[in-house]
Every structure is written in structure tokens, then in C-alpha cells.
């Protein structure tokens, strides 16, 4: 069964930078292309970024580029999400999601990130 | 980027009644590497993350009762549910992953009436 989990959010000021990981079990993790997406409590989603399966590729929301950095240690089985000179406007459930290509793709419970002063 | 745009927004539902929710895309989501049609619905219910119900236009995921549905082709596409059951409150949200960025629709709020 795939398991995706979220963790490392928590409340930040802002201009600072906090890095999100997420576990994944239950599939070949060095397969698939991972990816982030947010929701703004109460909002709707927006997708922040993806990695191929070897890494060797990336993509970036236009917003977000020269902020966020996502990596992924394959050997660990887990995707990162690396933000820095957060914004209040940052502040979002980030999930991570597995591109299962024609099949869909499955999400995590997603972790809150919360920037305020 | 490839605008994705629901209707309705909200939708009250009497339990045993059928449902429809549209989305319609400013672009086609054909692959034309592969002829698959990458639109995808997914559930919203309170408090949790958004879990799929369809992939590809009709194909239902796995464990998803099948009385939810999948329609559409190029740019307009619909989810129908036979007959709406207590469980199925929430938001839905149809999503195109066909380039990057992936997106989104506002996403439809299904209540009971």
C-alpha cells in the first residue's frame, strides 16, 4: 500500500527557511516522479514542484523559483522541499504527491507550514 | 498556464439523487506522445488531504464505489455520481496533468440539502 508522510512543517517568521520532507513506503520510490503541491487552509491548490525519478529533473511553479529547492534522496526513500525567505503568503498544508503517470497520482496527508511574525 | 474551470461552485444534493460536476479546460489534454487524456477528479472531505476518485477521464481508482463516473474528451469533461450518498460531502477538484504546472479547478462544494 502507498504511504506518503509529510513532515517537518511548523510555525517560522518570515525571511527564514524550513525544509519539508516526505516518506514514502510502499512502491519503488526511485521510479517515480515526486512532486509538491499547497493549499492555503481553506483555499484552493496550487502546485509548487516536481523531480524526476533520478533527480536529473526539476520544475518549478513561476512564483516559487529562486525560493524553493526540491531534492530527493532515493536511498532514504524520501522527496524534500527546501524554502527559504519565506513569505506570510507561504503559509499552506504543503503535500507531497507520487506522478503515477496514467494511473493518477496519490497524495499524502500534507504538513502545515505556518509563516507569521 | 492551462486554465481549468468547474461549475458549478456549489452543489446542494438530496441523498439518493444523482450529481454532476463539469470542467472545462482552456486547452486540450490529450498527450499526444501517448493519446492519454490526463484529467483527474478528486475528493476533498473536512480535514483530510484530496484523494482520487478518477484518473484519466473514466478510469476509477482503486476502492472508489462505482457509482462515481468519469466523462469527457479534448476539453470538457464531467464527474457524475448516480446517487449521492451521505459520505460523498467535500470538495471536488478536477486537475490536469498533461504539463507543468499541474492545475487545478476551484473545486466544487458538495453539500446535503
Redo the contacts between chains.
Sequence with gaps: QVQLVESGGGAVQPGTSLRVSCGASGFIFSSFSMHWVRQVPGKGLEWVAAISHDGGEKNYADSLKGRFTISRDNSKRTLFLHMKRLRVEDTAIYYCARDHGDQGSDWGQGTLVTVSS | DIVLTQTPLSLPVTPGEPASISCRSSESLVDAD?G?T?L?WYLQKPG?????LI??VS?R?SGVPDRFSGSGSGTDFTLKISRVEAEDVGLY?C?Q?IE?????G??TKVEIK
Design positions: 501517448d492519454n490526463y483527474d483530510q488531504s484530496p484523494q482520487l484518473y484519466t478510469s481508482a477538484y486537475m496533468r507543468f504546472p499541474w492545475t487545478f476551484q473545486g
